[in-house]
Nanobody, 116 residues
Framework: QVHLVESGGGLVQPGGSLRLSCAAS????????MGWYRQAPGKERELVAR???????TYADSVKDRFTISRTNAKGTVYLQMNSLKPEDTAVYYC??????????WGQGTQVTVSS
């Protein structure tokens, strides 16, 4: 079992920055991929960024060159640095980890609101 605790959401003006953090506890050695999803009102949950244990990353086209994902394997922590935020980035952001056995675990979600 893996338990996830997220932090770092909030209200920011367009063009601003936020950093999300997600700390995993429990069976952290079972974790392969760590990532962030988001869900805006009336929309489906979508992958924002993912980072694998070897360091390779993948990003949604909408956030490339603005968001950066990183992780500390030893501590089972994943970060999402979000720069040049836009109103369309407003959503609930969920931390996700996937074990080597392809089991998914989810955080409780943190609200990010981009508005002037």
């Amino acid at each position: 079992q893996v338990h996830l605790v997220e932090s770092g959401g909030g209200l920011v003006q367009p063009g601003g920055s936020l950093r999300l953090s997600c700390a995993a506890s429990g069976s952290v050695l079972s974790i392969n991929a760590m990532g962030w999803y988001r869900q805006a009102p009336g929309k489906e949950r979508e992958l924002v960024a993912r980072i694998f244990s070897g360091g390779s990353t993948t990003y949604a086209d909408s956030v490339k060159d603005r968001f950066t994902i990183s992780r500390t394997n030893a501590k089972g922590t994943v970060y999402l640095q979000m720069n040049s935020l836009k109103p369309e980035d407003t959503a609930v952001y969920y931390c996700n980890v996937r074990s080597w056995g392809n089991r998914d675990y989810w955080g409780q979600g943190t609200q990010v609101t981009v508005s002037s």
